[in-house]
């Protein structure tokens, strides 16, 4: 398993990864937060320990930024252990959190469970190969669509958004957030990419057919749902 170990203190950071080393993981250890935060956005993971007070940006800092772009388990490592610490870090995006002085043992048991975790909800996930809804049907294995049994002709972002609105399906979805979750972009309300590609999604998904499934919601966003004739 490879491990990113995100420490400033120098003499627990050499002491993790020697301990860690020994027990078989791959250690990679970054002494400042924008280090940290670069290779845990640049590398795969398997998991991280992430100090919460670190010099450059803190611990929840690199924690809101990982998270807005991966779901790779950390474990916050931290002198900081009052009820509220807690929770925010939980809160923020930690998967579990661990307060100094430890048992370097309950951090390697800590460390193995959330890889088994994660591992586990990464096979449960791979099982959900097909999405449907009434008469649609999204299959993410073979990135294919069909809808009353005929194949859909999506361009590779048109599927990427239509399986975003599969998987949030009844959920009102608005231009921000379908800019950053689909071309990864902030918003610029200059520009109409999101409308113009739920327009030519929306000419090919429902304009053939007699039901439409992609409605748009005045002033808000658009909602993939059924809605009986």
């Known amino acids: 398993m490879r491990i990113l170990l995100v420490e400033d203190e120098t003499k627990l950071a050499e002491y993790l990864c020697a301990g860690l080393t020994e027990d078989g993981f791959i250690v990679d ?6 280090d940290g935060l670069h290779l ?27 998270r807005s772009k991966k779901s790779t ?17 939980l809160q923020g995006g930690a998967d579990d959190y661990l307060v100094k002085p430890f048992a370097f043992s309950e951090l390697v048991a800590r460390l193995q469970a959330l890889v088994r975790r994660s591992k586990s909800d990464a096979q449960n996930s791979a099982k959900t190969v097909k999405l449907e809804i009434a008469d649609l049907e999204v ?28 998987r949030r399906q009844g959920e009102v979805l608005s231009r921000t957030e379908l800019a950053e979750q ?16 739920v327009r030519r ?16 919601v005045r002033g808000m966003g658009y909602v993939l749902e059924y809605r009986s004739a």
């Open 29 to 34: 250890v970054a002494n400042t937060g924008v």
């Open 40 to 66: 845990a956005l640049e590398t795969e993971y398997d998991a991280l320990i992430l100090d919460r007070m670190l010099p450059g940006i803190d611990g929840m800092a690199l924690l809101s930024a990982l």
């Open 73 to 89: 388990p950390v474990l916050m490592l931290t002198a900081r252990g009052s009820v509220e610490d807690r929770v925010s870090g």
């Open 139 to 166: 299959d993410l294995a073979r990135r294919k669509a069909l809808r009353s049994g005929q194949r859909l002709d999506l361009t590779a972002k048109e599927f990427t958004l239509l399986v975003l609105f599969m």
């Open 182 to 197: 689909v071309w990864d972009m902030n918003f610029d309300s200059e520009t109409n990419v999101v409308e113009v590609a």
């Open 201 to 216: 999604l929306r000419s090919k998904l429902d304009d053939p057919f007699t039901l439409p499934l992609l409605h748009t």
